[in-house]
């Protein structure tokens, strides 16, 4: 209804922060793809139900009431927990470097109907593994799609610089895959090997699904992560803390 005060939505929660004595913040990825920061009244109280509907990385139905600067959170209705049954220390890391990437990706004021179901389906990706380097796959992956589809692609077909089709560096900075030649005037490009190279562009080209299946060795996994973290905070201009501690996992 045109001027009411109360929408709904599903939303994914990426953040909460304490507020006053009771209540919290959360930041939330609304269905659109747009961020809203609600005000869940109560949440933190003993036996409150409100707080269990809205865990980190969940899928909530909530009804929303338009505030001042924080809207309030009337009701909510748990949808999906994808980390309900793997809540583990690995995969709660990857999870949070996901929502880390979904807070500086998403905003207030503009709507973007992508996000919602790729971080709804990497936090269920996320929340299906219990293999270490599968899941530093999945959140690198993640990362260069996101950010691709944000403006933001890796050129992984050749020299970015040249042209040259033989490529063994990369560099965020320079915007993608480098041949030896370009690679020596570029500072801080990262080599890498065949295999590494169509890794890179198999984040780009595969779907979650398929990734998941895909057989990978932890220090392959772990570097192919280092390259994502640098290229989102080259491109978003940001500190990534969960996704530097994933990295130390």
């Known amino acids: 209804m045109a001027g009411s005060r109360t929408y ?4 994914i929660v990426l953040g909460k922060t304490k507020l006053k004595e009771n209540d919290l913040i959360l930041t939330l990825l609304a269905e659109n793809g747009g961020q809203v920061r609600a005000v869940a009244k109560g949440a933190r109280k003993p036996g409150g139900r409100l707080a269990a509907r809205c865990e980190l990385f969940s899928t909530a139905d909530l009804l929303l009431a338009h505030g001042r600067t924080l809207d309030i959170v009337s009701e909510a209705r748990l949808v999906e927990a994808p980390l309900a049954q793997n809540a583990c220390f690995e995969t709660v890391s990857a999870a949070s470097a996901v929502a880390e990437v979904a807070r500086l990706c998403s905003f207030e004021d503009a709507s973007d ?12 990706c996320v929340g299906a593994l219990d293999d270490g380097a599968r899941l530093d796959v999945m959140v690198a992956s993640y990362i260069f799609k996101v950010l691709a589809h944000i ?3 890796p050129d992984l077909s050749a ?13 965020a900075a320079a915007g993608g895959l480098l ?19 169509g890794w890179l562009r198999a984040l780009m080209g595969l779907r979650f699904d398929e990734l998941m299946a895909a057989d990978i060795d932890a220090p392959t996994a772990a570097f ?9 905070a080259t491109h978003l201009d940001a500190r990534l803390r969960a996704l530097e501690f994933l990295l130390g996992v």
């Open 113 to 124: 109907p992508y996000l919602f179901p790729i971080t709804q389906k990497a936090l269920a």
């Open 8 to 11: 709904r939505t599903q939303v």
């Open 159 to 171: 020299c970015v610089a040249c042209g040259d089709p033989a490529v063994s560096w990369f560099s």
């Open 179 to 197: 041949c030896a030649s370009c690679a020596s005037s570029v500072a801080g490009a990262e080599q890498l090997g065949a295999s590494e190279v």
């Open 224 to 232: 192919l992560l280092s390259l994502a973290h640098s290229w989102a």
């Open 151 to 153: 403006g933001y692609r």
